[in-house]
């Protein structure tokens, strides 16, 4: 059957030629498909007479099963193809080492603020909580600071906004930890141990001063409560948290509008070397604010100034963190820079206890 050698070629050459399996597809049913070329061959073979049929039909089927294996073939090395080309694409080094998270640390004013808490539990004290959005009630009025105190101006208050044709006197964010005394004692009347550690929001900016920083405000109120309760108890606490064994303070006279007396207290420290000693040396160095709660203060939160006595004092834990741990800028605490974290943070599962050690 002439012929039949170029129909072979001309399929097998197609078939090398088809680049994907559309093209395979089109060779198929061009070759074998219902009206394809050899199909069509196939069924002129019933016309033909059985000698004729005898040497057509084995060499025709003979064609159809080699175009068939052909097809087949390349199909599958077209496959294998695809499969390496996406293996080598999607590539994947399973032993290149992970890419960790950035590991993150307890911030040292976190830390402080825990070991604050630990010791002041421990001298019976609970913690309180206010708001930071507070009214000028709670940070001003009932604190013995009235609307044309100087106080208020030396506060460099951030004021909430008021909507248009709203006249109340604007919230403010709290200045001072003060206002939760208030709010201590007219949740829990007298008698009261309580410190509030928190946020606190003044318009102030420098290397020393950042718009929010932190304080903690202790509060006792109890019978017969005077001022040699108030240096034992700050005694004590400064003990366990400067982690030596003697403290010397010094209480100097000062003012504030919600104590009477008032004190600012000092602590004795050495700079020698250029290293800060708490306990020793010649030097003074300021720590906190204090005095025996204001009878106005009292009554203000709802406790009768006749029967209860109680002292008061606020410091700054950002202050007393750099002393501690011997960080030199403030500003720094704020960043949020993981190196600065790394250096002066604290491992999350060392919590602060009196029983363990309050720093490690
Ligand atoms: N509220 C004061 C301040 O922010 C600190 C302070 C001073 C708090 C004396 C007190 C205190 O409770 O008795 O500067």
């Known amino acids: ?6 129909v072979r070629a001309r399929y097998l050459d197609a078939i090398a030629a088809a680049a994907d399996e559309d093209a395979i597809e089109a060779v198929r ?3 074998l498909g219902r009206k394809g070329e050899i199909s069509l061959k196939m069924r002129e073979l019933g016309a033909m007479d059985p000698e004729a049929r005898k040497a057509a039909g084995p060499a025709l089927n003979a064609l159809k099963d080699e175009i068939d294996a052909a097809l087949r073939a390349r199909r599958a090395a077209l496959a294998d193809a695809a499969l390496e080309a996406r293996l080598a694409a999607e590539w994947l080094d399973v032993t290149l080492p992970g890419r960790p998270r950035p590991q993150g640390s307890i911030h040292p004013v976190s830390q402080v603020t825990e070991e604050l808490v630990a010791i002041f539990a421990d001298l019976g004290f609970a913690v309180a ?7 000028d009630w709670f940070n001003f009025d009932a604190l013995n600071i009235p609307p044309e105190h100087p106080a208020r101006q030396e506060h460099d208050t951030f004021f909430m906004a008021r909507a248009a044709g709203d006249d109340r006197p604007p919230h403010v964010l709290r200045t001072h930890t003060s206002p939760v005394q208030i709010r ?3 949740a829990q009347g007298a008698p009261l141990r309580v410190i509030a550690p928190g946020r606190v929001y003044r318009m102030d900016m420098d ?16 019978r017969d409560i005077s001022m040699a309760h108030l240096k034992w108890v700050l005694e004590e606490a400064c003990r366990a948290f400067f982690e030596v064994d003697r403290v010397d303070l010094r209480f100097r006279a000062s003012h504030f509008p919600f104590t009477e007396p008032s004190a600012e207290v000092d602590i004795r420290c050495s700079w020698a070397g250029g290293q800060l000693r708490i306990g020793e040396g010649d030097g003074w160095l300021e720590i906190l604010g204090s005095g025996m709660v204001h009878p106005k203060v009292l009554a203000a939160g709802g406790i009768d100034p006749e029967a209860w006595q109680g002292f008061a004092f606020g410091l700054g834990i950002d202050r007393i963190a750099m002393l501690k741990y011997g960080i030199p800028d403030l500003r720094a605490f704020f960043e949020s820079d993981l190196r600065w974290l790394r250096h002066y943070g604290f491992a999350a599962l060392d919590v602060p206890g009196l029983a363990g050690g309050l720093s490690r």
């Open 207 to 222: 290397q020393t001063h950042t718009p929010m920083f932190h304080q903690v405000e202790g509060l006792a109120i109890d």
């Open 184 to 186: 201590a004692m007219l």
């Open 1 to 6: 059957m002439d012929g039949l050698e170029a």
């Open 129 to 135: 909580e206010g708001p930071q959005v507070e009214s």
């Open 29 to 31: 049913v061009a070759a």
